[in-house]
Every structure is written in structure tokens, then in C-alpha cells.
């Protein structure tokens, strides 16, 4: 090996940690963005006169723009690493916002949405790749840290939309492309970092040696793994899109609260989602992923249960409770099935984010449906079965066992 790849090797084997900050503080500049959808909601629905499920329907464009592009810009960037993909992206979420601010219609507002979530297409996959690689084997620590960023940034966003936003109006979103502007530069120099090849080829070598080192499971068990964890997916972010849509409207509805109260009670949820966030990562790192997968599901269920009885002070509590749980799945999840397909981190990546946003969007949009129809209490009464999903986490297989039985 010669010095210059003796160098990459150390990068590369070391947790890089300007790195890991960096894309965390550009994942809650860029969830931040996103996060300004959903919390202009109640705006929107009264200055456009629309129902739960044109709201819903707006949830779903987004969604599904964000997450249709991104296993492919994963299976794309595995086979040819473009280290500039991400000032590319967020370029899209510019634009997205400016539009949105100015959107004089119904049909521009779901234009607008639609580049916001194009450009989180391109920023997940792209992101948590580079996550992977500045991790130095540390990949749930590293994993939770960038999922982390863009937590606080779904958190802050609703904040700040109480603040700047609902009290003078849509517009204001059009402060926010300065937080774009500087997520570019940010993601600008992490992209002159990965540029190196030489640094990429040995990325694809490790990977390549890793792929034929761990290839203990058959094949048949693999595709059943990613089914199970997929199946967590749909459960998990149902039950968020309730939430992330839909509580605001919940909390004003049963207990006659202001829109800025409600987004306020829609922040300390989702700040429970970035604490949560941060210690599932870690956790499955020290104790396996498989068990912090099956606890953060199905343990929130009893909370789920109890929140559409509960008061307004209880309703507030459980939903903190439930947030901080439920959130330290994803990162164990996503993990765990890197670890079931080596060397494809920008396939994985890309599919788990996509699914994980398409079930988002299908679920707001069907859930505003039922809205609609049946109430907005129902909605809850009916989510709070979903965690009991969680059940079907004990059909994975333990790696850190595999792996042992393999050494």
C-alpha cells in the first residue's frame, strides 16, 4: 500500500467528526425547509378554503416527490460517486421555497412542494452515504448524529413558522431560502472533501471485500429481513403522519387551543423525535440493532393507546414520550439493513428514506381522508394500533451473533 493510500485507509477507518457536523447541521437546515409544509397548514387551509384532504393531498405530492428519485439517485451514486449531488439538490429547495411563498394557487403550491421534495430526493441518500463513510465503523453513532440534525430541524421548523409566519403571513417563507443558501456552501465543501478518487476507490474496495466477508445469511432470509424492517416503516411513519399533519388540527379541535399553541405542541413532539433520535444510534451500536429495532415499535404502544383519552396536559406528555421512543428505530433500522446488504450504503440508504417518505404521504393523504369522513378524533383512535405492528421485529435475525458465530 503506498502513502497516499495509507492516508486515505486512516480517513476512512476514523470517525471524522467536522464531517458528521457539518451534514448534521445540513440536515437540519434542509429538514427545517421541509418541516415549513406541514406547519403552514392551518394557513394554507384557510387562505386556499381547502379540506383535510386537499391538505392531505399536498403531503402527498411532497412525499412522494421525495422519495420516488431517491433509491435511484442511490443505485446512481453506488455505481459513479458525484460529489456535488447535494449543493445540486438543495438548489431544487430553493427554488421549491420561493416558490411556495409566492404560489398564487392551489395547483403552484403543490408545484412548489414538489421541488422542496425533489431536492430531499437527492439530499438523503447522497447525505447518509457520506454519513457511512466519515463514520469509521461507528455507523449507528454516526447514523443517529446526522439524523439527529435533520430531527431538530423538523422541530425548529414549526417554531419558527409560529414566530415568523403565522402572525404575518405566507410570505415570510421566503426568509427561510437563506438557510438554502447556506446549506449549499455547507454542502459545497463536504463535496470538495469526498471528491478525492482515491479516497472513493478505497470506499468501493472496502465495500466490495466486505460484501464477500459477510455474506453469512442465505439470501431467502436477507429478503425477508428487508421485508420485516420495510413492514416497521409502514408503521413507524403512518403513525408520524398523523402526528406531523395532523396534531395541530387534533389539539385545536378536542381542546380549543390557537394555532401557535398547537405548533408549539407540535415542536416538543418533535423535539422528542430528535432526542429519540440520538439514542437508538448509539444503543444498537452497544446492545444490537435488532432489539432497539423491536423496542422503539412496539413498546410505544401502550402510549398510543391511552393518548386519544388523555387531557390536554396528558395528551402532550404521551406524545413526548411517544416521539422519543418511536424515533430511535430509524437509525437502528437503517443500519441493520446497510449490514444485510454491504457495499450498496446508497442503494439502501435511498430506498429506506423513500419508503420511509412515501409512507408519510400515502399515509397524511389517507388519514385526511378519514379525517374528512369520520372526524379528526378517529384518526387517533385508529393510529394507536399501529406500534402493535412492532410485534413482527422478532422474525430478524440478531447480526452481531451471526457475525460472531461467523468469526
Known amino acids: 500500500m503506498d502513502t497516499e493510500e495509507s492516508t486515505n485507509t486512516k480517513e476512512v477507518s476514523r470517525t471524522i467528526y467536522p464531517v458528521l457536523f457539518a451534514l448534521s ?32 393531498v399536498i403531503t402527498l405530492v411532497f412525499q412522494l416527490s421525495s422519495s420516488l428519485l431517491q433509491p435511484l439517485v442511490g443505485i446512481f451514486t453506488d455505481r ?20 411556495l411563498a409566492m404560489a398564487p394557487s392551489y395547483l403552484w403550491l403543490l408545484v412548489a412542494v414538489a421541488f422542496v421534495g425533489a431536492g430531499s430526493s437527492v439530499f438523503h441518500p447522497e ?9 469509521g465503523g461507528r455507523r449507528g453513532f454516526a447514523q443517529s448524529l446526522f439524523q439527529v440534525g435533520g430531527n431538530a430541524g423538523s422541530a425548529i421548523g414549526p417554531l419558527l413558522a409560529a414566530m415568523l409566519i ?34 472513493r476507490n478505497y470506499i ?45 388540527f387534533y389539539v385545536m379541535d378536542k381542546f380549543g387551543v390557537s394555532v401557535q399553541q398547537s405548533q408549539l405542541y407540535l415542536f416538543v413532539f418533535l423535539f422528542a423525535v430528535a432526542a429519540g433520535t440520538m439514542i437508538g444510534g448509539p444503543l444498537g451500536d452497544r446492545i444490537g440493532r435488532k432489539y432497539v429495532i ?32 418511536i424515533a430511535s ?41 378519514l379525517a374528512d369522513t369520520q372526524g379528526i378524533g378517529y384518526v387517533y383512535h385508529i393510529c394507536a394500533f399501529l406500534p402493535l405492528i412492532g410485534i413482527v421485529a422478532a422474525f430478524l435475525p440478531d447480526l452481531k451473533k451471526t457475525t460472531s458465530r461467523k468469526k
Not at 81 to 95: D, E, I, K, Q, R
Not at 127 to 135: G, K
Not at 220 to 229: M, N
Not at 311 to 325: A, E, K
Open 329 to 369: 428505530a430509524f437509525s437502528a433500522i437503517l443500519v441493520y439493513a446497510q449490514e444485510l446488504l454491504p457495499g450498496n450504503v446508497g442503494m439502501v440508504s435511498g430506498l429506506f428514506f423513500g419508503f420511509a417518505f412515501g409512507m408519510g404521504g400515502i399515509g397524511s393523504a389517507v388519514l385526511g381522508k
Open 204 to 248: 468501493l474496495r472496502k465495500n466490495k471485500v466486505k460484501e464477500a466477508v459477510q455474506q453469512t445469511l442465505p439470501r431467502k432470509t436477507v429478503v425477508v429481513s428487508i421485508v420485516v424492517l420495510l413492514v416497521l416503516i409502514f408503521s413507524k411513519y403512518f403513525y408520524f403522519a398523523s402526528i406531523t399533519s395532523y396534531y395541530t
Open 80 to 99: 459513479k460517486p458525484y460529489p456535488y449531488a447535494l449543493p445540486v439538490g438543495m438548489g431544487f429547495s430553493l427554488t421549491g421555497l420561493v416558490m
Open 294 to 325: 423491536w423496542l422503539s415499535i412496539l413498546g410505544a404502544s401502550p402510549f398510543t393507546l391511552m393518548l386519544p383519552y388523555a387531557n390536554l396536559f396528558w395528551t402532550i406528555t404521551l406524545s413526548f414520550i411517544i416521539g422519543m421512543i
Open 166 to 199: 403565522a402572525p404575518f403571513g405566507r410570505f415570510n417563507v421566503i426568509w427561510f431560502s437563506f438557510a438554502a443558501l447556506v446549506a449549499i456552501v455547507i454542502l459545497y465543501r463536504i463535496g470538495k472533501w469526498y471528491k478525492p478518487k482515491s479516497i
Open 25 to 56: 447541521f445540513s440536515h437540519l437546515l434542509n429538514d427545517t425547509i421541509q418541516s415549513l409544509i406541514p406547519a403552514i397548514y392551518p394557513i394554507v387551509k384557510g387562505s386556499f378554503h381547502l379540506s383535510f384532504a386537499q391538505i392531505g
Open 127 to 135: 447525505a447518509s452515504r457520506m454519513a457511512y463513510v466519515a463514520s
